[in-house]
């Protein structure tokens, strides 16, 4: 069964760069959250930059298995391209969330850094 490419959502390069990006903010936010820990709190214990890691690793992950399944598809190795839409949605979706957690987050911090001291 043959695929045509304008059923697949816009999965691009565009999208890993930008998961790309966000890594790095989320390992530079992280940088700067360790050292303002509580002194009783456990090292490794997770905060908000390692569930942001995790995000974007599971939304990476999701990514890589909607291509994989794509693939397949327009490989002929499967005909499952209802399972293959499904996983490339959810995939776009997943991102999209994260997009607008990270906006959430950077536009909390620029209003804390608004504030008056």
């Known amino acids: ?29 992280a940088a700067n959250i360790e050292p303002m820990q509580a002194p009783g709190a456990a ?35 499967s005909d499952d391209l209802v399972g293959a839409m499904l996983a490339s949605q959810q995939a776009s979706l997943s991102f999209s969330m994260l997009m607008q957690v990270r906006n959430k987050v950077v536009g909390a911090v620029d209003e804390l850094i608004k504030l008056p001291l």
């Open 43 to 77: 090292a490794g214990a997770g905060g908000f930059a390692d569930s942001m890691v995790q995000a974007l690793r599971g939304v990476d992950g999701l990514d890589q298995d909607a291509a994989q399944r794509m693939a397949a598809v327009e490989t002929g190795e």
């Open 1 to 29: 069964m043959a695929v045509n490419a304008s059923m697949a959502p816009p999965l691009t390069s565009g999208m890993l760069a930008e998961v790309a990006r966000l890594d790095q903010d989320a390992q530079r936010l």
